[in-house]
Nanobody, 116 residues
Framework: VQLQASGGGFVHPGGSLRLSCSAS???????????MAWYRQTPGNQRELVAT???????TYADSVKERFTISRDNSRKTVTLQMNNLKPEDSAVYYC????????WGKGTQVTVSS
């Protein structure tokens, strides 16, 4: 399975981005049961859990992104999406998605930069 995240970019504070992650090479019966998550990482720091979504679409969020980010999934397309609103400079990071247990090889992630 290859994970490919996309949708990152540069935005001003208060802006929005929509990240998407596709799990190519997987089949529906492999992807659908997986609890999935978005993570982010800044240089010199460990990867941080941002949001999770269970196989039956129940989400959880880090306190720092509650009320601003929304995670969703489309099992038929084997994708996980992260809608990010009201972005702040501290949201700047490389964003990754992966399964929460028995993770697949990490993809390259997508860079999000929030700056005025």
């Amino acid at each position: 399975v290859q994970l490919q995240a996309s949708g990152g970019g540069f935005v001003h504070p208060g802006g929005s981005l929509r990240l998407s992650c596709s799990a190519s090479g997987s089949i529906f019966s492999v992807f659908a049961p997986k609890h999935m998550a978005w993570y982010r990482q800044t240089p010199g720091n460990q990867r941080e859990l941002v949001a999770t979504i269970t196989s039956d679409r129940k989400p959880t969020y880090a306190d720092s992104v509650k009320e601003r980010f929304t995670i969703s999934r489309d099992n038929s397309r084997k994708t996980v999406t992260l809608q990010m609103n009201n972005l702040k400079p501290e949201d700047s990071a490389v964003y990754y998605c992966n399964a929460m247990t028995e993770p697949w090889p990490w993809g390259k992630g997508t860079q999000v930069t929030v700056s005025s």
